[in-house]
C-alpha cells in the first residue's frame, strides 16, 4: 500500500525562480496538509484542503505562496519569486476525513534550498 | 511565546536507559495529544496518540498527558539504538491543523 509520496525530494533554485512541489496524498484521503520544517524546528502548518477546498491557508507566509489541489487528490504547492528563507522542507500529510482524531501521515518531504 | 514548548536536546543516553521526553503548552483548548518518531530526511510518524488527560501504553512506549499543567509526556522503556531519531509532540487544534514542538533529538548508545 502506497503511502503519501512527495515529488521532487530535493530541489536547488537560484533566489528568484519559481518552484513547483508536488504531493500525491494516500488514495481515498479527503484531507491533505502542507507544512514547512525549517532546519532544527517542528513543521510549521502552512495550509490545509478537504476535497478541492482549501478551507485554512492561514499558515502561508507570503502572497508569494500558493496551492491548489483541482481535482481532490494530488496537491501543488507553488512558491513564486523564492527568497533563501524559503529554504526548507516542505512536507505533505493527508488523513482520511476531516473528522477529529484522524491521523495525518506524512510524506518524506521535499528538501528546498534556495541559493 | 510559542504554543507549544519542547526542550531540543540533543539527548544522548545508553541502551537500555529509560527515555523522559516532555512539552509543555498553553491553549487549554487543546485536548488531542500526539508523538511523532522523525529519522533524519524522513517525514514524521505517528507513534503515540491520546485524547483528553491520562494515560496511554504501547509495547514500550507510555504517553501521559496532565492537562491541568499543560505538560504531556512520553516514556520509552528499554531505549534501542533503532529508538535514536526527533521525537516531536503535537496538538491538534479545533480547525483539524497541527501544532508541533521544536522536537527533541535522542540518541541511544549502544
Known amino acids: 500500500g502506497a503511502g503519501v509520496s512527495q515529488s521532487p525530494r530535493y530541489k536547488v533554485a537560484k533566489r528568484g525562480q519559481d518552484v513547483a512541489l508536488r504531493c500525491d496524498p494516500i488514495?481515498?484521503?479527503?484531507?491533505l496538509f502542507w507544512y514547512q520544517q525549517a532546519l532544527g524546528q517542528g513543521p510549521e502548518f502552512l495550509t490545509y484542503?478537504?476535497?478541492?477546498?482549501?478551507?485554512?491557508k492561514s499558515g502561508l507566509p507570503s502572497d508569494r505562496f500558493f496551492a491548489e489541489r483541482p481535482e481532490g487528490s494530488v496537491s501543488t504547492l507553488k512558491i513564486q519569486r523564492t527568497q533563501q528563507e524559503d529554504s526548507a522542507v516542505y512536507l505533505c500529510?493527508?488523513?482520511?476525513?476531516?473528522?477529529?482524531?484522524?491521523?495525518?501521515?506524512f510524506g518524506p518531504g521535499t528538501r528546498l534550498l534556495v541559493l | 511565546q510559542k504554543e507549544v514548548e519542547q526542550d531540543p536536546g540533543p539527548l544522548s543516553v545508553p541502551e537500555g536507559a529509560i527515555v523522559s521526553l516532555n512539552c509543555t503548552y498553553s491553549?487549554?483548548?487543546?485536548?488531542?495529544f500526539m508523538w511523532y518518531r522523525q529519522y533524519s530526511r524522513k517525514g514524521p510518524e505517528l507513534l503515540m496518540y491520546?485524547?483528553?488527560?491520562g494515560n496511554k501504553e504501547d509495547g514500550r512506549f507510555t504517553a501521559q498527558v496532565d492537562k491541568s499543567s499543560k505538560y504531556i509526556s512520553l516514556f520509552i522503556r528499554d531505549s534501542q539504538p533503532s529508538d535514536s531519531a526527533t521525537y516531536l509532540c503535537?496538538?491538534?487544534?479545533?480547525?483539524?491543523?497541527?501544532?508541533f514542538g521544536q522536537g527533541t533529538t535522542l540518541q541511544v548508545k549502544p
Open positions: 500529510a493527508s488523513s482520511l476525513a476531516r473528522r477529529f482524531g484522524e491521523t495525518q501521515y
Open positions: 488514495s481515498g484521503h479527503v484531507s
Open positions: 484542503f478537504q476535497n478541492e477546498a482549501q478551507l485554512d
Open positions: 491553549n487549554s483548548a487543546f485536548q488531542y
Open positions: 491520546t485524547y483528553s488527560s
Open positions: 503535537a496538538m491538534r487544534s479545533n480547525t483539524g491543523k497541527l501544532i
